[in-house]
């Protein structure tokens, strides 16, 4: 992992309802967006299943890598490699609209607002990058849809299986130890 180098930073912009966002070009973000009041919209299979299918033609659109993912009823995380910083607004926006749009004609209730914001975090170290693979893979438990990880490797919306059958229990067992996860305080939202 490359450490932040500010010369290379594209843009900052500061918004009055979000944190300022740094773009930099070539490097991985933590991305995580929440739905408006923490509503669960995206309550069943079927309305993951559709952010999903948004989120890979987003990712292909954009040219963007991904190292981690998990969609859960009222928020998602993202873990994911970009070429061009300018444009993580942009493919965060296709993400959220296209979903919204999409959830709105399924459910009839179209002009609804869904998604309250989003954020990111340009993963400027090592550790950094590992503690955040690990964060979104164990928020399904840290938000009670599960209990374990034996539960989670069934869990089909996060990326965390993918690692068990391409890395193994023992892989996945030293990520987590070796980057242990501080905050990991069960929550409602």
Not at 119 to 142: G, M, Q, R, S
Not at 159 to 181: A, C, H, M, P, V
Request: net charge positive; proline share 2%; glycine share 4%.
């Amino acid at each position: 992992m490359n450490s932040l180098n500010l010369e290379n930073v594209q843009k900052t912009m500061k918004y009055t309802n979000r944190p300022p966002h740094i773009f930099q070009d070539e490097s991985i973000y933590f991305l995580t967006a929440r739905t408006l009041n923490g509503n669960k919209y995206f309550d069943s299979d079927q309305k993951k299943e559709m952010i999903l299918s948004v989120l890979k033609s987003a990712l292909s659109e954009f040219d963007f890598g991904i190292f981690a993912w998990v969609i859960l009823d009222n928020h998602y995380h993202l873990q994911v490699k970009v070429n061009r910083g300018i444009r993580l607004s942009d493919f965060v926006k296709k993400i959220n609209g296209v979903s919204a749009r999409n959830l709105n004609l399924l459910t009839n209730q179209t002009g609804r607002k869904v998604w309250w914001n989003y954020w990111d975090k340009c993963l400027a170290t090592e550790k950094d990058f590992w503690v955040h693979f690990n964060y979104i893979h164990n928020n399904p438990i840290k938000h009670g849809y599960l209990s374990n990880l034996e539960q989670l490797a069934a869990y089909r919306f996060s990326s965390f299986s993918y690692y068990l059958k391409n890395k193994g229990k023992e892989w996945i067992d030293s990520i987590f130890t070796e980057y242990s996860i501080i905050d990991f305080t069960l929550k409602d939202d």
